[in-house]
């Protein structure tokens, strides 16, 4: 696609309900993001995929958050058992390398709100 | 590790007048990038401008300019003929030049251009 499309735009859940966010890259691009924006906060890495290699998960905050990407192309990152402190906009970016001089194209976001 | 400090939360500017955001840092590394991003209200991260550490001159993108003070580890962003579409939220971030793929965003600043 011409950019990083993010789905739902917005999400509100029950706490403790689990919950997928989706992020379809830009074609071609081997290099995928995610990042957390809390209110109030600059945004905080969660977790890297290039290619086929294993994914980098250093930044996932807890073992309730899980991310896959599946055919090196599409990505869903998942929340079980939401926390209210899980509320924040999650923000995906994509790049042909992975050297962010290059330039990372974003997503708009998936807002969620967990009540 | 990296750190990216804003101390500007909110800022405002009278249209076609001139703005600096700051931005101050911390790493110990010697190669490294530092940007600017801006997230309008649709939430996409825009690079507005980038700098390699090295590089001495100031990056310069239209409207927009950096003044790259590298011993004082500040990085701040002057936007020139300020314009209602300016109107956003501006992060600064860095990364580690070593192959890091991992952006640190400060807090963020926002900025608000008065007609």
């Known amino acids: 696609g011409a950019g990083v499309s993010q789905s739902p735009s917005n999400k509100v859940t029950e706490k403790g309900k689990d919950v997928e966010l989706r992020c379809d890259p830009i074609?071609?691009?081997?290099?995928l993001y995610w990042y957390r924006q809390s209110l109030g906060q600059g945004l905080e890495f969660l977790i890297y995929?290039?290619?086929?290699?294993?994914?980098?998960k250093s930044g996932l905050p807890s073992d309730r958050f899980s991310a896959e990407r599946t055919g090196g192309s599409v990505s869903t990152l998942t929340i079980q058992r939401t926390q209210q402190e899980d509320s924040a906009v999650y923000l995906c970016?994509?790049?042909?390398?992975?050297?962010?001089?290059?330039?990372?194209?974003f997503g708009s976001g998936t807002r969620l709100t967990v009540v | 590790a990296q750190t990216v400090t804003q101390s500007q939360p909110e800022m405002s500017v009278q249209e076609a007048e001139t703005v600096t955001l700051s931005c101050t840092y911390d790493?110990?590394?010697?190669?490294?990038?530092l940007f600017w991003y801006k997230q309008p209200p649709s939430r996409q991260m825009i690079l507005v401008i980038r700098?390699?550490?090295?590089?001495?001159q100031n990056a310069t993108e239209n409207r927009f300019s950096v003044n790259f003070q590298k011993a004082a580890k500040s990085f701040s962003l002057k936007i020139s003929d300020s314009q209602l579409g300016d109107t956003a939220m501006y992060f600064c971030?860095?990364?580690?030049?070593?192959?890091?793929?991992?952006?640190?965003f400060g807090k963020g600043t926002k900025l608000s251009v008065i007609p």
């Open positions: 970016a994509s790049s042909l390398v992975r050297n962010p001089f290059y330039g990372y194209t």
């Open positions: 074609s071609g691009h081997t290099a």
């Open positions: 995929f290039q290619g086929n290699s294993a994914p980098d």
């Open positions: 790493t110990s590394e010697n190669n490294y990038y």
């Open positions: 700098q390699e550490a090295y590089k001495q």
């Open positions: 971030a860095s990364a580690s030049g070593a192959g890091s793929y991992q952006l640190t």
